[in-house]
């Protein structure tokens, strides 16, 4: 095909596009563009993200699908995700990946302030400098900094009944998503059963086991931490409270106490403020918490 057979077959397809094309330059100006009408509704595609997993199946044609559907009201797993050939399909691939997206923006971006405002805390940072160090150096995550010490025994009263900390973990979704509906029925439900409670603070960068530390700088008689789960393909915003009775440099993880899989898709938040409530007042009559609540 020559130059010329080109440039015959641009300006031909040019002008049943309705443009004009200018001498044998096919450059056109923006004016001359036709401006057409959004797609209607039917032309977009479908949130993936409201479909839930339980109800979501690919496979044609079911033998049994009742069945089918009863498996997967169990769980939130990916039953029934189907393929084409060896290869998932364009939906359930995508779905993957966006899940994938949600769980790695959970862990690394930082709570809301807005948040921790709202639920009046006081916030401080463990010996953590950034989110780096924060994923690969969990020691450090267990430790308050000096600056933290400072502020948590001027803000807090010391050897209160129970003291509540809320840690962002390795989910900050998870705070955000749970907290402002766990914690007024944590305190409602701690004030009904007589507790006195501390002043509730917020800690950047955090692990479980820095409850250890706040308890030996407080001595609560019980120590509640609200984390961030690791998250995962299922959810991004699962939260864990975790409690212990005198926590200090002693402690080993079967002393803890936990309750996990806070939100609205497992344990709902306002539920689990209540019962974590409960189990506390446990912890408190009994003196003891993880296995040794339980002999």
Request: proline share 6%.
């Amino acid at each position: 095909m020559s130059e010329k057979d080109i440039r015959d077959l641009v300006e031909s397809v040019i002008k049943e596009l309705n443009i004009k094309a200018v001498g044998g330059n096919t450059a056109i100006s923006a004016s001359d563009i036709p401006i057409e009408e959004c797609c209607d509704e039917g032309d977009i595609l479908p949130d993936l993200g409201t479909k839930e997993l339980s109800e979501w199946s690919e496979i044609p044609n079911p033998e049994d699908p009742e069945g089918l559907a009863r498996l997967k009201s169990t769980t939130p797993a990916r039953l029934g995700i189907w393929r084409a050939g060896t290869r998932f399909k364009v939906d359930p691939w995508l779905r993957f990946k966006m899940d994938l997206a949600s769980a790695k923006d959970a862990v690394l971006k930082e709570v809301d302030p807005e948040i921790i405002d709202k639920l009046g805390l006081f916030t401080v940072q463990t010996v953590v400098e950034n989110k780096d160090q924060y994923l690969t150096r969990p020691d450090l995550g267990r430790k308050l900094s000096e600056e933290a010490k400072e502020k948590i025994l001027k803000e807090c009263p010391k050897s209160a009944d129970v003291q509540l900390v809320v840690a962002d973990g390795l989910s900050s979704t998870a705070i955000e998503a749970n907290a402002l509906d766990f914690i007024p029925a944590f305190e409602q439900a701690i004030k009904n059963y007589g507790l006195k409670m501390g002043k509730p603070f917020f800690v950047k960068y955090a692990r479980v086991a820095l409850m250890d530390d706040i308890g030996e700088l407080l001595s609560p008689t019980v120590l509640v931490e609200l984390i961030g789960e690791r998250p995962g393909l299922v959810t991004a915003k699962s939260m864990s409270a975790y409690m212990c009775y005198k926590p200090n440099k002693n402690t080993i993880e079967s002393d803890r106490t936990l309750v996990s899989n806070i939100h609205d898709g497992g344990l709902p938040p306002i539920e689990a403020g209540a019962h974590v409530a409960s189990i506390v007042k446990k912890i408190f009559d009994a003196k003891a918490s993880g296995l040794k609540l339980n002999e």
